[in-house]
């Protein structure tokens, strides 16, 4: 009996695992992708802003000052974070910018990269 009982455990075992879910499997990159893509631009100007801003996200009790890459000129963060972010824009000389919610969503692999252009005004 024990053997039957064998048996029908391993046939069960090679019919669940020969199936053809070979083509259905997604591929995954190994990268890490930022979830915010943040570029800073003066309101009057349209020139590209860098040095001395501060961009903060924050996602209910979550917040992270974002990171600048110069090339390109934009400001990176929220990597493999799916959630709701508020932008906080700052800099000496302008007026301080507050987003609306932004969500960034995910997929199977990593998040889906939101892409924001802020306009900064200047201070008066």
Not at 64 to 89: C, H
């Amino acid at each position: 009996m024990k053997k039957i009982v064998l048996f029908a455990m391993m046939f069960s075992l090679v019919v669940s695992c020969s199936g053809d879910d070979d083509n259905n499997d997604v591929v995954c990159t190994e990268e890490a992708r930022a979830g915010l893509n943040v570029t800073v631009k003066d309101a009057e100007t349209s020139a590209l802003l860098g040095e001395g801003i501060t961009v903060v996200a924050k996602d209910g009790l979550y917040t992270e000052t974002l990171q600048f890459l110069d090339a390109p000129a934009q400001f990176v963060g929220a990597w493999e974070r799916a959630g709701t972010y508020t932008l906080t824009v700052t800099a000496e000389g302008y007026e301080t910018f507050t987003s609306q919610p932004i969500a960034v969503g995910e997929d199977e692999c990593h998040v889906i990269s939101e892409i924001i252009t802020v306009q900064l005004q200047p201070a008066d």
